[in-house]
């Protein structure tokens, strides 16, 4: 797949078993050397794949926590590049999740003001959803995501065998942004998902890679023409409003794909009382989300500490809330228009039926 975009370019392949084809991976990219950033859990599952795939080459192996994508531990990345004498001829491998794409975008985006980049997603999340579309975040102080840049990489390879190791909470997350973008997509799209979903084993489902291709490409439809973010894009941030704010508030108990079916079925529920999505309609889309729930308990979360998340969100314009509703498949739309009110009762309700499901 070809993406279009303002910074470069750039292309996205599906491939099997991609530790032993490096040649492949490489071949086209004119460089000198090759560093490696590896994330701890997947440099110790595929220890002997990884030695053999980047042979003698710099790898430098870096544990996904959210406390590494801090502004503040930047610093030590930038130097072990500069001090192993990184160049501008050279070429930064990431191999790992959200995490390490975020580290690895920024630091490739800024060092030497852009260097070549090469991403090997390892969870479904970045798989399915974050690999492309340009964004890189990074932490600051206790805040998520403030500061980034628009980046993406040279090249994008996925074998979606990594997978397989995949904690189910991990799986689960990104499960969760594959539902987000085929809501937001159409019915046709929407029944592949169903097909997808009614499976026994969704990993090795015969759907498995064609639900990730479609993800791709309805996130691609979302942004090709608004990159940076200012209109259309915005909309994929459905079930992130709500989904952000029980992250934070939660302390990150719960990983961010799965915040975001919470925020999704929050959304919905909101939707419903506002008069937008009809009964039939909001009860067909729980019957999927409440699935995939994670296993939580909500009352413990203060409204207060939600209202207060949903205040800083970077995305709210106006005095009053924002939130992405749902009036249908494909039928999104932004209301920066939300009560505080809302908010309370609509938490209040939901709080007493997720702890009956959940
Ligand atoms: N830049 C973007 O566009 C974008 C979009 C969405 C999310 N994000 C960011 O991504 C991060 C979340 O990323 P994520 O959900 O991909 O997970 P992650 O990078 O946090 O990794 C999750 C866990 O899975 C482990 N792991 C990774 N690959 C594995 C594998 N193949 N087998 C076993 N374990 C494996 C990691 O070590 C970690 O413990 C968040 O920081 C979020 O803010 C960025």
């Known amino acids: 797949m070809k993406i279009q975009s303002k910074i470069k370019d750039y292309q996205v392949e599906l491939i099997d078993d991609v530790l032993s084809k490096r040649d492949a991976v490489f071949s086209n990219l004119k460089y000198d050397n090759l560093f490696y950033f590896v994330d701890g859990n997947v440099s110790r599952i595929y220890k002997d794949k990884l ?143 169903k097909e997808y979903l009614s499976s026994q084993d969704l990993r090795k489902d015969d759907l498995f890679k064609e639900i990730i291709w479609s993800t791709l490409k309805i996130k691609k439809s979302y942004f090709e023409q608004d990159e940076f973010d200012t209109g259309k894009r915005n909309l994929l941030n459905y079930g992130h409003c709500f989904g952000h704010a029980l992250e934070s508030a939660s302390n990150f108990e719960i990983c961010h794909g799965e915040a975001v079916i919470v925020g999704m079925g929050f959304a919905n529920l909101l939707s419903l009382k506002r008069g937008v999505l009809k009964k039939g309609k909001y009860l067909e889309f729980e019957e999927i989300l409440k699935r995939y ?52 009762d609509t938490f209040g309700e939901f709080v007493q039926y997720y702890k009956k499901i959940v």
């Not at 959210?66 to 030590?76: A, G, M, P, V, W």
């Not at 991403?119 to 964004?135: E, M, R, V, W």
């Not at 729930?293 to 209202?307: A, R």
């Not at 949903?310 to 939300?338: E, Q, S």
């Open 51 to 193: 030695s053999s795939f980047i042979d003698k080459d710099f790898h430098y192996v870096i544990k996904a926590l959210e406390t590494n994508k801090k502004f503040d531990k930047l610093s030590d990345f930038y130097k072990i590049l500069i001090d192993e004498g990184f160049t501008r001829n050279d070429v930064l491998v990431t191999i790992g999740g959200g995490i390490l794409q975020d580290i690895s975008g920024f630091i490739a985006s800024t060092l030497y003001r852009g260097v070549k980049w090469v991403f090997l997603p390892t969870t479904l999340l970045s798989q399915a959803d974050s690999c492309i579309g340009s964004k890189t975040s990074i932490n600051f102080k206790d805040s998520k995501n403030l500061i980034g840049s628009f980046y993406p990489p040279n090249k994008i390879f996925i074998d979606v065998s990594f997978c397989d190791t995949l904690t189910p909470e991990y799986f689960n997350s990104g499960l969760g942004e594959i539902i987000k973008f085929h809501f937001l997509s159409d019915a046709k799209k929407y029944d592949l998902l």
């Open 293 to 344: 729930y994670p296993k939580f308990d909500i009352s413990k979360i203060k409204v207060d500490d939600i209202l207060y998340y949903l205040k800083h969100d970077k995305k709210r314009v106006g005095k009053n809330l924002t939130m992405i509703l749902a009036g249908d498949i494909g039928k999104h739309y932004k209301n920066n228009d939300i009560k505080k009110e809302e908010i309370v």
